[in-house]
Each structure stands twice: as C-alpha cells, then as structure tokens.
C-alpha cells in the first residue's frame, strides 16, 4: 500500500514531535509557536539551476567551483542526493517537504503563459520559519512557482522580501522573457541593470550583511538562475575557458566548444557569486551558526557532453544523471568539517531539517503529510540517519500521458519506466512501458538492465509507483505545450498584489488557454 510506501518510513523516521496542526490562514496569521531564539541558525539555501554532477570543481577540476568546493570541504558533503528531473517541481518540493505530485506540482515547468501556481494551501518553509522568530526572510533570483495571480508571489508564500525574476529561462543582460522585462524587488518591476547572475548574488549578500543587524534570525534563499541557458556570460569570463585549439575541446564541433566555454563562464560566475554570499556571512560573525544548503534543482542538460558523468542521462530524464545532484550543508557549530554521506537523501529533506534545525516541530496533518525527513540527527552524530529504507520517487509527464518517467529507488534497487501513464501492473510486460531495473549499489551507472532476471522485484517495485503516480490530482499543471499559442505577457510582467485571483497576461481571443 501507498501508506508503507511513503507515509509508514516518513513517520518512523520524524524526529518532530507529532500532535496536531493549526489551520492554514492561522499559520499565515504570522503568530510564532515557538518565540525567537538567539542561539536559532540563520539559513542561507542556495539553489543552482541545471548544474550537473560533473560540473563541480571537487568532482571535476575541470570546472573550478573553489566557493562550492570551499562549503563541501567545511561541511557534509551529501553524495546521494536526489531531486526532480526538473525546475519547478524540485523548488515546490523543496518549499513544502512534500513531493510536488500531491499537489499536482510535479509533471512539468511553470512556463510563462501558465495560469498554475504553488498551492496556497501548502505551508512553505518560510511561513514555518516565520512561526519561529525568523523575522527577515528574503529570496533572490528565480521564483518559478507561479506568477499569473499575486497568490503565488513569494511575498504571499511566507517571504518578506523578493529580488528576482519570476520566469525560467530569462535573457542573463536584458533580464527578459518572451522579449518582455521580467526583473522585480518586491512586487515592483525594476529598471536595475546588470548581468543576472551579478545581480543576484549581491543583492543577497548586501541582504545577509543588512539582516545581521537584526537581533532575530534570517532565512535568506538564493535560487540562481545560472547555468541554465541561455548560455551568457560576460566575454571576459568566457575568455577563461574559450581555448578552441586545446584539446580537450578539439572533438567537439566549434559551436559546441563555444557554448562549454560559455557553460563554465556561468558557473564560474556563479561560483564567485557564492563567494560574495559566503564573504557576508563571515563579516557578519555570525558564520558558525549559520546554515548555508547547496543544492542543483536537477541534473545538466543532455544538450551538452558529460556535464553529469559517469552518471547515466540527463535534465528531463529520472537516469541518476537527472536526479542525482551536487549537494552539501556547512553548519560549524553543530556539523564536522569534512564528512561525506552516502545515505539517500534529497530536496523533500530541506524543510524538515531546517525546521528541526530552528528548533521547531513538524505538526501531522493528515491532509498535508509530510514526505521529507530531518536529516539533523544523524549529521550531527556518529550514527547516520536512517533513510536507506523509504522509498524514493522520481517523475515527470511533460511531454504528455504517453511518454511519463517514473523510478523509485530504494534498499539499493532502482525501477525506472517510461512510456504511457502507469495505471496497472499488467503494462510491465509491454514494450511501450520500457522498463529498467538497476541494482544501484552495484551498478551505479545504470549500465545493466536486470529486469527480466527479477520479475517479482519488478512487479512489487511497479506496484509502488502505480501507486505513488495516483497521487497526482486531475487538476494538476498541464503538460508543457498546452496553452502555448497566442498568450501576451504582462506588461513588465507586473503582478499586483492588491488583486490576488486576477489573471495577468492575456490571449488574443480573450480565453486564457490552461
């Protein structure tokens, strides 16, 4: 049953104390259950965008990350970490501890003529932490979780302040999408100038140095849009990395070396953008008892070579080269410099640690049950946490019902399906369902199929993610395409909060296409 699947392991292993749940507009009512702490870690999450496993410093030299190797070295290195194949769902599992499919957030993007949104009815990392004195809760760069109602602004999910874009996918030096300006500090559209990445990392930093001065806490969230493309970067940056007789790129054809100069330019960028996040941390002094979270929302793109080896695929795919990403959390007072975890773990994990972290407790609800777990206990002591039992999920259906990803991962054993929805156990057995079993603690690289030597694991494992793909519910976002044609975007993508259920942007035939 889906009960043991997911709920059973979530709640054998909470740490929180489970006793109730206060309604949702009390939650957001800004009333703290817990009063403000001195001692309460600041957090700083940073979140990549399309950073693969191979594109790291510490796991190839061959892009230099020294800030991020910097943070593995002074922190817990998290070597199985797992997030969607993809942008939004990975930010909306991240902001509520949830997979995003029980909201019906997972099957594709937020792309900009989209009227969806992240469920208000979800309480999000910054509404709990506002429960627990954290005064000062800012978010820079990428939204991505719905900007057609003012609902799903972040100054409406729990954030007191935004500087950002709400899009994916915008211009890095006109800071557009659909040719149409998409940059904002708070509700407003600004004329601030400058290369995104830039930008982004400043005003985050500007924002720490500014909270320090706070006697409360601060949650700062820094989801860059970089590396994602458009592949931009400052030509002097490219210069670096743009050695077209070397050769390392003389196999690669010139448009294809240009465009992996130009990728290691960005994250470079992005890298020395981290190192002003870290350098504001430590002015402040307050670096030991402060949380910083690195993460990628998924995998490189398949695009471009080896961005994820030696792991198997890519973005868009549930291969460990699509969910399986980069991670680490440097935390001096209470986490060993150094330590590496080989425990399964992943973006649905981020709230519920942090909550822990910020002495808070988790409040079941069975309408919103909680799929991520604290991973506290078990970084802060010699005993790791134990996770390796719970199942772990990976989805996405973008392109439509007949051709939807799915895996689940766990005990060391890995089922991923392609093909049409999965409703019934009999579609195992046909061709159109494609389906790999991989044993993951021997074979990390999806190299050997062993489905048709272990029918019975295949049937049982099948049988969870027919469940866990009921979960999504028949309101769920829509496939990518759907609703593509014709829409006008907003001017300067202005969202007004004062009107909360109103549609922004418009189709030419006055029907908003979902």
Same mark, same amino acid.
């Given at each position: 049953m889906?009960?043991?699947g997911?709920?059973?392991?979530?709640?054998? /292993?909470?740490?929180?104390?489970?006793?109730?749940q206060?309604?949702?507009?009390?939650?957001r009512?800004?009333?703290?259950?817990?009063?403000?702490d001195e001692?309460?870690?600041?957090?700083?999450v940073?979140?990549?965008?399309?950073?693969?496993w191979?594109?790291v410093?510490?796991h190839?030299?061959?892009?230099?990350?020294?800030?991020?190797?910097?943070?593995?070295?002074?922190?817990?290195?998290?070597?199985?970490?797992?997030?969607?194949?993809?942008?939004?769902?990975?930010r909306?599992?991240?902001?509520?501890? =949830?997979?995003? *499919?029980?909201?019906?957030?997972?099957?594709?993007?937020?792309?900009?003529?989209? #009227?969806?949104?992240l469920?208000?009815?979800?309480v999000t990392l910054?509404?709990?932490?506002?429960?627990?004195?954290?005064?000062?809760?800012? +978010?820079?760069?990428?939204?991505?979780?719905?900007?057609?109602?003012?609902?799903?602004?972040? &100054?409406?999910?729990?954030?007191?302040?935004f500087?950002?874009h709400?899009?994916g996918?915008?211009?890095?030096?006109?800071?557009?999408r659909?040719?149409? =300006?998409?940059?904002?500090?708070?509700?407003?559209?600004?004329?601030?100038?400058?290369?995104?990445?830039?930008l982004?990392? #400043?005003?985050?930093?500007k924002?720490?140095?500014?909270?320090?001065a706070?006697e409360?806490?601060?949650?700062?969230? +820094?989801?860059?849009? /970089?590396?994602h493309?458009?592949?931009q970067?400052?030509?002097?940056? *490219?210069?670096?990395?743009?050695?077209?007789n070397?050769?390392?790129?003389?196999?690669n054809?010139?448009?294809?070396?240009?465009?992996?100069?130009?990728?290691?330019?960005m994250?470079?960028?992005?890298?020395?953008?981290?190192?002003?996040?870290?350098?504001?941390?430590?002015?402040?002094?307050e670096?030991?008892?402060t949380?910083v979270?690195?993460?990628?929302?998924?995998?490189?793109?398949?695009?471009?070579?080896?961005?994820?080896?030696?792991?198997?695929?890519?973005k &868009?795919t549930?291969y460990?080269?699509?969910?399986?990403?980069?991670?680490?959390?440097?935390?001096?007072?209470?986490?060993a410099?150094?330590?590496?975890?080989?425990?399964?773990?992943?973006y *649905?994990?981020?709230?519920?640690? @942090?909550?822990d972290?910020?002495?808070?407790?988790?409040? /079941?609800?069975?309408? &919103?049950?909680?799929?991520?777990?604290?991973?506290?206990?078990?970084?802060?002591?010699?005993?790791?946490?134990?996770?390796?039992?719970?199942?772990?999920?990976?989805y996405?259906?973008?392109?439509?019902?007949?051709n939807?990803?799915?895996?689940?991962?766990?005990?060391?054993?890995?089922?991923?399906?392609?093909g049409?929805?999965? *409703?019934?156990?009999?579609?195992?057995?046909?061709?159109?369902?494609?389906?790999?079993l991989?044993?993951?603690?021997?074979d990390?690289?999806?190299?050997?199929?062993?489905?048709?030597?272990?029918p019975?694991?295949?049937? =049982?494992?099948? =049988?969870?993610? @027919?469940?866990?793909?009921?979960?999504?519910p028949?309101?769920?976002?829509p496939p990518?395409?759907?609703?593509?044609?014709?829409?006008?975007?907003?001017?300067k993508?202005?969202?007004?909060?004062?009107t909360?259920?109103?549609?922004v942007?418009?189709?030419p035939?006055?029907?908003?296409?979902?």
């Amino acid at each position: 049953m889906m009960w043991l699947g997911i709920r059973f392991y979530v709640l054998l /292993a909470l740490t929180f104390v489970i006793a109730g749940q206060v309604a949702a507009d009390e939650r957001r009512s800004g009333e703290p259950i817990a009063k403000a702490d001195e001692n309460k870690p600041n957090v700083v999450v940073i979140l990549a965008d399309d950073l693969g496993w191979n594109s790291v410093g510490y796991h190839n030299k061959n892009f230099p990350t020294p800030n991020i190797d910097r943070l593995v070295r002074e922190g817990v290195e998290l070597n199985q970490f797992y997030v969607a194949p993809m942008c939004s769902p990975t930010r909306a599992g991240l902001m509520t501890g =949830r997979y995003p *499919i029980r909201f019906g957030a997972a099957r594709a993007v937020i792309p900009p003529y989209r #009227d969806f949104g992240l469920p208000v009815s979800e309480v999000t990392l910054p509404e709990r932490l506002a429960d627990l004195g954290y005064a000062n809760r800012g +978010v820079f760069g990428k939204w991505h979780l719905g900007h057609r109602r003012s609902k799903w602004h972040p &100054l409406n999910q729990g954030f007191t302040h935004f500087h950002g874009h709400y899009n994916g996918a915008i211009d890095y030096f006109e800071l557009t999408r659909e040719d149409v =300006r998409d940059w904002h500090v708070d509700a407003q559209p600004s004329d601030e100038q400058g290369y995104s990445t830039h930008l982004i990392a #400043d005003a985050a930093a500007k924002w720490i140095t500014d909270s320090s001065a706070s006697e409360a806490p601060y949650f700062c969230y +820094v989801p860059f849009n /970089a590396p994602h493309s458009p592949f931009q970067a400052p030509e002097e940056t *490219i210069a670096r990395f743009d050695d077209r007789n070397s050769a390392k790129t003389k196999g690669n054809k010139p448009g294809k070396a240009r465009n992996i100069a130009i990728l290691k330019a960005m994250i470079w960028e992005m890298d020395e953008g981290v190192g002003r996040i870290l350098k504001s941390i430590d002015d402040s002094g307050e670096a030991n008892n402060t949380i910083v979270w690195f993460l990628s929302d998924n995998g490189g793109v398949g695009s471009l070579p080896r961005l994820n080896s030696p792991l198997r695929g890519s973005k &868009l795919t549930v291969y460990e080269g699509g969910v399986r990403v980069p991670s680490c959390i440097r935390w001096p007072d209470r986490l060993a410099a150094g330590v590496k975890s080989e425990h399964v773990c992943g973006y *649905i994990d981020v709230l519920p640690t @942090i909550v822990d972290a910020a002495g808070g407790e988790i409040i /079941a609800d069975p309408e &919103l049950p909680l799929d991520g777990i604290s991973l506290l206990s078990g970084l802060t002591s010699s005993d790791q946490f134990k996770s390796d039992g719970r199942p772990w999920y990976s989805y996405h259906g973008q392109s439509g019902d007949e051709n939807e990803h799915l895996a689940v991962l766990v005990d060391g054993w890995k089922l991923k399906v392609n093909g049409p929805q999965l *409703i019934s156990e009999s579609q195992l057995t046909e061709p159109k369902a494609r389906v790999e079993l991989f044993h993951l603690s021997t074979d990390p690289n999806e190299t050997k199929n062993l489905a048709t030597d272990y029918p019975d694991k295949v049937g =049982r494992l099948g =049988r969870m993610l @027919i469940e866990y793909r009921a979960l999504q519910p028949s309101d769920a976002v829509p496939p990518y395409g759907v609703g593509s044609k014709g829409f006008i975007p907003p001017p300067k993508w202005h969202v007004d909060l004062s009107t909360p259920d109103v549609s922004v942007g418009a189709y030419p035939d006055g029907e908003d296409q979902q």
